[in-house]
């Protein structure tokens, strides 16, 4: 499936165009603040995902799922704190991890929460 992928840019665009495809709303991609970067952010209904795509071409060093460490999900969050800070947005929010490989795509909602 993901043979053809060769940067993680081209990992982002088949996400969001599969993301698309399952009813999301491109928001923004690669919000970009000090503390970090958000691959993506969409709308699901009236919910903000913040969206992290991890592709991995094989798995020698670990599941693109795997990769998402705690401090990861640390940086993601306080730029998505500084995201709705921005952007005064009001909506319920939650944050997804797309998994990418050769195989597959693996989306998991609700990948993890605030701490």
Known sequence: M???LQSGK???QL???YL???GLTLITRNYHC???EI???MLDGQTLVFIEVRYRRNAYHGSALESITKSKQSRIITTAQHYLMQSGSQ???RFDAIAITAE???WIRDAFQLT
């Open 91 to 93: 909506h319920n929010c």
């Open 2 to 4: 993901a043979e053809h």
């Open 15 to 17: 996400a969001c165009d």
């Open 39 to 41: 691959d993506l952010i």
């Open 104 to 106: 597959q795509i693996v």
């Open 34 to 36: 000090r503390r970090g």
């Open 10 to 12: 081209q990992a982002e």
């Open 20 to 22: 698309q495809q399952q």
